[in-house]
């Protein structure tokens, strides 16, 4: 390949193969390359200027993937926002990532009408039908599909999953006006996950308004492969697109693993799929057993990264290495991987501190320098914010969430290391650990229980069997001071854990 790569390149190539299919809808590369060009046109007429931002709500739409592009050749920042938020959690986004416009599909419609939007803003209407919005149908119809003669770069602006607190927008300047290249959204992930060629059948899983998932279609059509998107997670349903479709790349969060390996046995024993040669996962810690599983069932075609919206660095680790290296997310693949103690000094192998990296142009959060500076060391490390050490050989093992920690009696308790003890009872479908306010303490932890199964008795056995394996795994200070069964676990479309909701629970829950 050469060093440029696009989706216009492809357009241009071979105009009439298959670039993205959702449903039942599937766009060619011409068609795809005409739409963006046509909706950067449509940006360009209302005014908006390079360097304002613009926000959009649509699902997993083909007009979601062609705004990205639109946005990349008109010299703006997009936000996409996420369609499964309260109507006051958009309205925040839109406001503190200054759009000037937010482009709403119509499958939005009730969240749109429950929206109180800011004075001033541009409301567009993407396939019509939104009272109050303009109806882009008939310009984006007129608007030339035909590239524009001054396209300088624009960029993602995505927000961080808000899963302790608000989301942050992961704000950088924009690259030069003159600059022509391979996106930078594309070219790390074209490299680093293998998805260039007009070979890759790629199957997205979750929603495209989310960094990861969004970023890797991007990639996909810059590198001329063919983008599969789902609607919605169905486990069955996915099983079946990769056979029919004759996958060869494919992108999970582990609770999606958790619904694979819960199909009927003869469902999973029946699946084939000979092209299916890389399964991506990230986004979340996975159980080392889920994982193991998973290898046993599709072969060693496992690849997990660990990363962040933030995008200061990145580690992978293949499967033969996590079968060797149970719990590693892997080594460093982009920028300088260090772990730092609480004063930014490195620490060496073995000792667990503040993962950080080096190497990559730094970040900023949007209008929150101190947030930037909470995640920014004094020699200018930078941070997700998680805990972790590194062995001998560099491979990163994460113990938690700076943000999460609980300190319990001055002692410093890590939930995922709870979380990984408790997951071994039987009967655990999945668990998080929070802290609760204590006076003797301070904070204690308690722990929410999905049980694989719900009967009397089993949630009986289920409560003794925790209890037995808190006494036998952990420290008195880490067991749990309560236990609550729960039905499931609030976490977002990308399978993060959301725990600042898991407190709203202890009304509701059982406990023990």
């Keep these: 390949m050469d060093e440029l790569l696009d989706l216009r390149r492809h357009a241009a190539a071979e105009p009439t193969r298959c670039a993205l299919v959702c449903g039942d809808e599937r766009l060619s590369y011409g068609e795809l390359e005409a739409l963006a ?10 005014g908006l200027q390079r360097g304002e931002h613009i926000a959009s709500l649509v699902g997993n739409r083909p007009e979601g993937l062609a705004l990205a592009w639109a946005a990349w050749r008109t010299g703006l920042y997009l936000t996409p926002v996420s369609t499964a938020l309260a109507p006051a959690e958009v309205r925040y986004l839109v406001d503190d990532c200054d759009a000037k416009a937010v482009i709403v599909d119509k499958d939005q419609t009730s969240l749109a009408a429950a929206v109180v939007w800011p004075e ?81 059948r790629y199957l997205s899983t979750a929603p495209l308004y989310h960094a990861a998932p969004l970023r890797v279609a991007l990639a996909v059509t810059a590198g001329g492969g ?28 582990p609770v999606m693993f958790q619904r694979l390996l819960a199909l009927p046995a003869e469902r999973r024993a029946r699946h084939h799929a000979p092209a299916h040669r890389t399964a991506i996962h990230g986004a979340a810690p996975c159980p080392p057993a889920v994982k193991r599983a998973m290898i046993d069932w599709w072969g060693p075609i496992l690849l997990e990264y660990y990363s962040g919206s ?37 620490l060496s192998a073995g000792e667990t501190g503040l993962v950080c990296f080096s190497g990559i142009a730094p970040f900023a959060y949007h209008k929150a320098p101190e947030k930037t500076a909470s995640r920014t060391l004094p020699q200018g490390w930078q941070t997700f914010g998680d805990i972790g050490h590194v062995d001998a050989d560099g491979y990163l093992y994460l113990t938690d969430r700076l943000d999460d920690m609980i300190i319990s009696g001055g002692v410093n308790l890590y939930p995922q290391e709870i979380e990984a003890a408790l997951r071994e009872a039987p009967g655990v479908w999945d668990v998080a650990v929070v802290g609760v306010p204590d006076e003797r303490f301070g904070e204690r932890p308690v722990a929410f229980v999905v049980p694989a199964r719900w009967h009397a008795a089993g949630v009986d056995t289920l409560l ?29 479309p990308t399978g993060k854990l959301l725990r600042r909701r898991l407190r709203d629970l202890l009304p509701k829950a059982n406990g023990a």
Excluded: C
């Design 37 to 46: 060009n046509r909706l950067a046109a449509v940006l360009r007429a209302r």
């Design 310 to 346: 933030e995008g200061i660095g990145l580690t992978l680790i293949t499967s033969e290495e996590a079968l060797q290296r149970p719990g590693s997310v892997g080594r460093a693949r982009k920028g300088t991987l260090h772990i730092a103690d609480p004063e930014g000094r490195a």
């Design 464 to 492: 003794a069997e925790l209890l037995a394996q808190a006494e036998q795994r952990l420290g008195r200070l880490k067991r749990p001071d309560a236990f609550y069964l729960v039905e499931d676990l609030p976490r977002s």
């Design 226 to 253: 063919t983008v599969f998107v789902m609607d919605r997670f169905d486990a069955g349903a996915a099983l079946d697109l990769i056979e029919r479709e004759a996958i060869t790349h494919s992108q999970w969060v």
């Design 120 to 200: 001033g803003l541009q409301r567009l209407a993407l396939r019509g039908g939104l009272a109050g919005f303009d109806d882009l149908r008939a310009e984006t119809a007129a608007a030339s599909p035909q590239p524009a003669a001054h396209e300088p770069p624009g960029a993602l602006m995505m927000y961080t999953s808000g899963t302790t607190g608000a989301p942050k927008g992961v704000h950088r300047p924009l690259l030069p006006a003159d600059w022509r290249g391979t996106p930078p959204f594309a070219a790390d992930l074209i490299a680093l996950f293998g998805v260039g060629g007009s070979d890759v």
